[in-house]
């Protein structure tokens, strides 16, 4: 049990578009889901916290209007990448929690995004 | 900001030799997690820690919560090839539930 994907796992695209990342927990109604950013050889950096049917809560540095994130259902969350530039190419991770499980966080397989 | 350091940053050993890497912080934390992550995979827990002291196994993984809170140790024992990969401790800041991660253990086994 616990599962969470992600889809796309890879995703390829020009600089200017937007791309959208979905996260879910399969088995499990999620409390919450956070998003991290890992850049290559770095560790993760969490960028949200992202709750059903409220805003986001975003970390310091992380422009949440470049990085919208919606959290429509108990097991879906989008993290959706606004104009992206080739800086923004990185490996984005999701998580979710169960409080039955002491809020121990579950994480997805990651979104490898590379921007031309 | 609140950071978490490992040691040391990569390892090149042996199969079969022990590993040990820690991880320290400059404030106390709760709950000591160890991750271990694969090249373009997420993070996937080994072992948890949740009281000063403790010692707890997984295989040949042992990881402890160290007295002062403040650092953590992971020992792999009798290393094979599949244990490559980087390995991370992470816990929850202080009254949330946010995640700090630390700066990464990366282990590579020469068969």
């Known amino acids: 049990g616990a599962v969470v994907s992600q889809h796309p796992s890879r995703v390829i695209c020009k600089s200017g578009t937007s791309v959208k990342i979905e996260c879910r927990s399969l088995d499990f109604q999620a409390t919450t889901m956070f998003w991290y950013r890992q850049f290559p050889k770095q560790s993760l950096m969490l960028m949200a916290t992202s709750n059903e049917g409220s805003k986001a809560t975003y970390e310091q540095g992380v422009e949440k209007d470049k990085f919208l994130i919606n959290h429509a259902s108990l097991t879906l969350s989008t993290l959706t990448v606004t104009s992206a530039h080739p800086e923004d190419s990185s490996f984005y991770i999701c998580s979710a929690t169960l409080y039955s499980a002491g809020n121990e966080q579950f994480f997805g397989p990651g979104t490898r995004l590379t921007v031309l | ?111």
């Open chain 2, 1 to 111: 900001g609140q950071q978490l350091n490992q040691s040391p940053q990569s390892m090149f050993i042996q199969e079969g030799e022990d590993v040990s890497m820690n991880c320290t912080s400059s404030s106390i934390f709760n709950t000591w997690l160890w991750y271990k992550q694969d090249p373009g995979e997420g993070p996937v827990l080994l072992i948890a820690l949740y009281k000063a002291g403790e010692l707890t196994s997984n295989g040949r993984l042992t990881a402890q919560f160290g007295i002062t809170r403040k650092d953590s140790f992971l020992n792999i024992s009798a290393s094979i090839p599949s244990d490559v990969g980087i390995y991370f401790c992470a816990g929850p800041l202080l009254g949330t539930y946010k995640y700090i991660f630390g700066t990464g253990t990366r282990l590579k086994v020469l068969a």
